[in-house]
């Protein structure tokens, strides 16, 4: 036998084969560690877009402000966690249906 021989998982292959199929291997594993960082990063931008809150204009009557400021002190909340609070059940309540 004139080729180097090595014997493996894949039978016996001449040696510039195997290397042939590491480095094939090697580009791979680069191109889904890529692959792998871009899904990384698309999920951290979802989650940060997730955290950005956006700011409303809201007009509430004298009477319902209170009844609010009322269950949100019962709740130990602040006035806007309440109102978000409580519009987020409603979603999750709508999407139940």
């Keep these: 036998m004139g080729k180097a021989m090595q014997k493996g998982r894949m ?3 001449p040696l510039e084969e195997l290397e042939q199929k590491e480095q094939e291997l090697s580009q791979r594993l680069l191109r889904l560690k890529a692959m792998e960082d871009e899904i990384r990063d698309k999920e951290k931008k979802l989650k940060e877009t ?7 204009l809201l007009r509430l009557s004298p009477s319902l402000w209170n009844e609010i400021a009322k269950w949100a002190e019962e709740d130990f909340r602040s006035i806007n966690g309440q109102i978000e609070y409580l519009l987020s059940e409603c979603v999750r309540q709508k999407k139940k249906k």
């Design 11 to 13: 039978g016996e292959l």
């Design 50 to 56: 997730e955290k950005a809150k956006k700011q409303i």
